[in-house]
């Protein structure tokens, strides 16, 4: 696969970069509570605009629903990259109509803008490849070449993830390089032990990479709201927890098939109601009366997954282990984030959610040996899946 230092080699003056980033940062409101997404693509704009690059950045925040939505506008985040660039952005305040095409065209050398929320077009995640396709050139013709850095939307099969490749000469952003080579150690044979930790709120979307890590790993500890349907699979009343009923049955096959691997929650934080002031109570895990919800991991549990974690030679963690996002149901996530950075050995974060509770809890990044910014795309990749935006990279021949 060409790379952007292939590109640079090239030679990039004057020429428009159509780079796709993925700018998919948390807000609240206006406001940018984790601006990591947006700093780790920096290195690749700041490359092509020392070059003379005229850049063009297209990113998808959020899902809307295929048509302009204020809620998901990329204003915020425009301003924020001009910041961290030190650069004014210009703001295209479309996708590829009128002021899309103003923008790019009075880019000068070195400079850079953005388009507005690419999922503002039912073209960029229609599953007709024939809409897909033509929301693709329409965004093709505003590079001579393409640059992927979006590592956290390579598992989708979206116009100007994956047509758009097919279209203009393409190349791996550094990002999406150093992702692909730190997961890959994941795939291959890591030191032993090798744990991984998994939250977040479904069991659903974690199944597949459940299912393909229980043969390599040494212990699964599972936290976060997805704990409730295994905790249910083993006959406990979960109470009014996040549960996925039509998931229990999968569950307790995959706590049979994995003979002791998966680690369960044995105390949980509840509460009637999550709110930052609410009543919490410590309980064993299979005493969450009716009434109560489970929102974080107790200290118990806390005990019990680090003590797994400190041997480890490998961790992969993805998804927190309460809503950290709440004081009262913080201690989880970041008494475990703190074990999984301690770990004398490789240490990965994976993905959006769990990446964004190391900096929104003022953890020390750098105590980690890799942050993804990619959380589905970690997991499809670890997973063994193809991922669209990867084998478009790898596919040498573009048609233009
Ligand atoms: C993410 O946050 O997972 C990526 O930005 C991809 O977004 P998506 O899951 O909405 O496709
Ligand atoms: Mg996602």
Not at 13 to 23: C, H, N
Not at 129 to 145: I, K, P, S
Request: charge should be negative; charged fraction near 20%.
């Amino acid at each position: 696969m060409r790379t952007l230092d292939d590109l640079l080699a090239e030679g990039v003056k004057g020429r428009r970069v159509l780079v796709r980033a993925d700018l998919n940062v948390p807000l609240d409101g206006e406001t940018i509570t984790d601006d990591g997404r947006i700093r780790a693509v920096l290195p690749t704009l700041t490359a092509l605009r020392d070059a003379g690059a005229r850049v063009v950045v297209t990113s998808h925040l959020g899902r809307p629903k295929g048509a302009p939505d204020p809620k998901y506008a990329l204003s915020a985040v425009a301003g924020r990259l001009g910041e961290l660039l030190g650069t004014p952005v210009a703001f295209a305040t479309d996708t590829v109509g009128e002021s899309a095409q103003r923008t790019v065209a009075g880019l000068g050398d070195g400079g850079v803008a953005l388009l507005e929320n690419l999922r503002f077009n039912p073209g960029e995640t229609s599953k007709d490849d024939a809409e897909r396709r033509a929301f693709a050139e329409q965004l093709a013709a505003f590079g001579d070449v393409y640059v992927n850095d979006a590592f956290g939307a390579v598992h989708r099969k979206h116009a100007s993830v994956y047509d758009v490749a097919r279209l203009l000469p393409h190349y791996a952003g550094g990002l999406v390089l150093r992702e692909v080579e730190v997961l890959r150690r994941l795939t291959g044979n890591p030191d032993q032990p090798y744990v991984v930790v998994l939250g977040g709120s479904k069991v659903s979307d974690k199944l597949a990479v459940i299912e393909a890590l229980l043969p390599k790993v040494d212990h699964l500890l599972v936290g976060g709201g997805m704990c409730f349907t295994f905790l249910a699979a083993q006959g406990h009343g979960v109470g009014d927890s996040l549960l996925e009923t039509e998931m229990v049955g999968v569950c307790a096959d995959l706590l049979a098939q994995g003979g002791g691997k998966i680690v369960l929650p044995v105390d949980v934080v509840v509460a009637r109601e999550l709110s930052a002031d609410a009543e919490t109570q410590v309980v064993p895990a299979h005493g969450i009366e009716p009434g109560w919800k489970g929102l974080d991991i107790g200290p118990a549990t806390i005990e019990t997954f680090s003590q797994h974690i400190a041997p480890a030679k490998t961790v992969f963690w993805n998804g927190p282990m309460g809503v950290f996002e709440v004081a009262p149901f913080a201690e989880g996530t970041r008494r475990i984030a703190e074990a999984v950075s301690a770990v004398d050995g490789l240490s990965i974060v994976g993905g959006g959610d769990s990446a964004a509770a190391v900096r929104v809890l003022g953890l020390d990044e750098s105590a980690f040996g890799h942050i993804s910014t990619g959380g589905g795309a970690s997991l499809e990749y670890l997973e063994g899946k193809t991922l669209p935006g990867l084998a478009a990279l790898e596919d040498d021949a573009a048609e233009a």
